[in-house]
């Protein structure tokens, strides 16, 4: 779809090159007529009023009045529009929800993702309406097992560098994958991330040490499950839930990150652009930091330790870590008199 292209591209450049420098307060007309980018605020567009250009909100609520004109596209990512005027482009709702009154007027798309439209009578839409759009993935025909051709008898030469570019461009390509996935988790299991997180934020060494242990482990179990071909699935089963486990992790190690950056910068932002934008930041720095030769590999080991041993502790954050409780004034032995203070 030649829509969902355009917010694929639009995103993923977002999520690239804007960096947010505080919260911007915007009302009223573009008088530059270049589209407009928020973070953290509303924006209404008073009745009479003309907007010219692109209008993109992260975690804020839009509000186009009667007889008011949007001469763009409108994407809202973790907040509300609300129409009564007339939004010539399309209209694209990430993680929140459209509604149009009596007299708005649409003339393309409107597309939801983790959202809802609410349309009055009389509300006019020109384009097509896409509610909760879901991932078109196509699976490959191929033959099982694959088959392998034939190499040629002289072996091609090889060559052994580093190129950091290259190193640097894989790196970021991650993070923003990771963080894209974020966004999208956050949307429909924020309580099960903020169990994770609050798990290793509370018991760092337990959450490190049993992920430790499960990464130790489960290698040696998925040996044990392959020996025989009855229970091949299971221990394929038991490598897609070690690999969802880090990803877990490092998801909500991502939003423990960009909810301490916000409160840093005294922001409030939606919690699906703050997770985010915390996991783009753990996934960018423990990549970097991977880099490092000889002892590289160390803070990337640690974070997964810590993130697989979370979601171990609260069982994908479908319950809450167990906190051993320690007793302030321990009993005391029958007949012994208890110390003066």
């Known amino acids: ?35 407009r ?54 209209v694209v709702i990430i993680g929140g929800q459209v509604s149009l009154e009596e007299d708005a007027h649409v003339t393309g798309d409107v597309v939801t993702v983790g959202g809802q439209l609410q349309q009055a009578d009389g509300a006019r839409i020109d384009g097509d309406v896409v509610n909760n759009v879901e991932p078109d993935i196509q699976i490959p025909d191929g033959t099982l097992p694959p088959s392998i051709p034939v190499p040629d ?31 999208l988790v956050v949307m429909f299991l924020q309580p099960q991330l903020n169990r994770v997180g609050q798990a290793i934020t509370d018991q ?4 490190g040490g049993i992920g430790l242990l499960t990464v ?13 071909i009855i229970l091949i699935p299971i221990a394929f089963v038991g490598i897609l839930l070690l690999v969802f486990a880090w990803l877990f992790g490092m998801i909500a190690l991502g939003q423990e990150v960009g909810e301490r950056f916000t409160r840093s910068i005294n922001q409030t932002w939606a ?27 160390l803070a990337p080991a640690v974070l ?21 409780v320690i007793a ?4 005391t032995d029958a007949g012994q008199i208890p110390p003066a203070s």
Not at 54 to 77: I, M, Q, R
């Open 1 to 35: 779809m030649k829509l969902m292209y355009k917010i694929l591209t639009l995103f993923a450049l977002l999520t690239l090159f804007l960096v947010p420098t505080g919260a911007v307060h915007a009302q009223g007309p573009d008088p530059d007529g270049d589209g």
């Open 37 to 90: 980018v928020i973070f953290g605020s509303n924006f209404t567009l008073e009745s009479g009023e003309s907007f010219t250009g692109d209008l993109v909100v992260f975690g804020g609520n839009v509000t186009v009045e009667e007889d008011a004109s949007l001469n763009g596209n409108l994407v809202v990512f973790g907040g509300t529009a609300k129409s009564n005027g007339d939004v010539n482009g399309d």
């Open 153 to 183: 008898v002289t072996p091609p030469s090889v060559r052994v560098g580093f190129d950091p570019f290259w190193s640097a461009a894989g790196i970021l390509v991650r993070a923003v994958a990771v963080a894209l996935l974020a966004m």
């Open 204 to 207: 760092p060494l337990m959450s």
């Open 216 to 228: 130790l482990v489960a290698p040696i179990a998925v040996v044990i499950l392959a020996v025989t």
């Open 271 to 297: 919690p699906v652009f703050t997770t985010g934008f915390g996991t783009f930041l753990l996934m960018l720095v423990g990549g970097a930091l991977g880099e490092i030769p000889c002892v590289g590999w």
């Open 304 to 324: 997964g330790f810590l993130g697989v041993g979370g979601v171990a502790l609260t069982l994908f954050g479908s319950r809450p870590a167990l906190v051993k």
């Open 328 to 331: 302030s004034n321990p009993p």
